[in-house]
């Protein structure tokens, strides 16, 4: 439990979209609005998008994230409601986050890198489909995925893009990451692997000149890529509150029952 903390001082983060704007001149009006560096607390008002966005803009201050769904599917999000939410502040259960460090080469040499909380996607840029390989600690353990793309989850954004694709949900204090097939062609019955969230992940990307490959980091694209390479960072620490009874922990294990 957070109720430990002061979370009087707070800053709002408001998607543009009309309704998260009302919710933000309401909000304000009754709580005051600091800017992020004085606040106690980042209260983000959208869907999980610019939740997400809000997240990575914060990343290296450190501050505790609380969102309030203005948008449409809002996994990460509480309820709105406008009234006590100094109180509900203050019961919050935290959710500790660790993002996941990617690196990159591209074919013109170029190198690239970013964080990504949910997780890093490679698809196929061309009608073609991509040939990958696939190391683990600099240990080949696929040789050539033929496929639409391919991608490494953490815990946290298992239910998202990982899950629409059929991967595993991954509780949230699993040490482990889900790397999960995109329309796998070859080999055909070739699921995906659970990993030990320590382990570096490798992609090459085979005939990357006829068969481009574009990679993103949450919401961050790089295209023609060559070389990826990824593993889970220990820092930043990314701090996300939840009502006690909307709690991440118990919104990943309700997506396994859910039919």
């Known amino acids: 439990m957070s109720g430990k903390r002061d979370y ?5 983060s408001a998607s543009d979209t009309p309704e998260a704007l009302e919710v ?13 560096e004085e606040a106690h607390v980042l209260v983000v008002l959208g869907g999980d998008g610019w939740m997400l966005r809000s997240l990575h803009k914060n990343m290296e201050g450190g501050i505790p ?9 809002g996994f990460l999000m509480n309820e709105y409601r406008e009234g006590g939410l100094v109180e509900r502040l203050e019961q919050s259960v935290e959710a500790r986050i660790h993002p996941l460090r990617m690196e990159l080469r591209d074919r013109d040499g ?9 997780e890093v996607s490679l698809l196929r840029s061309s009608h073609q489909a991509a040939k990958i390989r696939i190391t683990i600690d600099d240990k ?6 033929v496929c639409d793309g391919v991608l490494l989850s953490t815990p946290a954004g298992s239910t998202a893009y990982n899950l629409s694709v059929q991967g595993p949900i991954l ?3 699993a040490s482990l990451l889900a790397l999960t097939p995109i329309s796998a062609f070859r080999p055909r019955r070739w699921r995906g692997a659970l990993l030990p969230k320590g382990v570096r992940v490798g992609f090459d990307i085979l005939e990357a000149g006829s068969r481009p490959v574009q990679v993103a980091a949450d919401y961050r694209e790089f295209s023609d890529v060559e070389r990826i390479e990824i593993r889970s960072a220990e820092s930043p620490e990314l701090l996300l509150l939840f009502d006690p009874d909307h709690s ?9 029952f859910q039919f």
Do not use: W
């Not at 009087?8 to 709002?12: P, Q």
């Not at 080949?140 to 995925?145: F, K």
């Not at 991440?248 to 396994?256: D, H, N, P, T, V």
């Open 8 to 12: 009087k001082r707070i800053a709002f």
């Open 24 to 36: 933000l001149n309401a909000l304000q009006k009754r709580y005051g609005n600091l800017p992020v």
């Open 65 to 73: 994230v609380y969102g309030m769904n203005c948008g449409s599917v």
């Open 110 to 118: 170029q190198q690239h890198a970013a964080l990504a909380i949910n």
């Open 140 to 145: 080949t353990r696929l040789e050539e995925l």
């Open 171 to 173: 509780p949230l204090d």
């Open 248 to 256: 991440l922990e118990e919104r990943i294990l309700r997506e396994q």
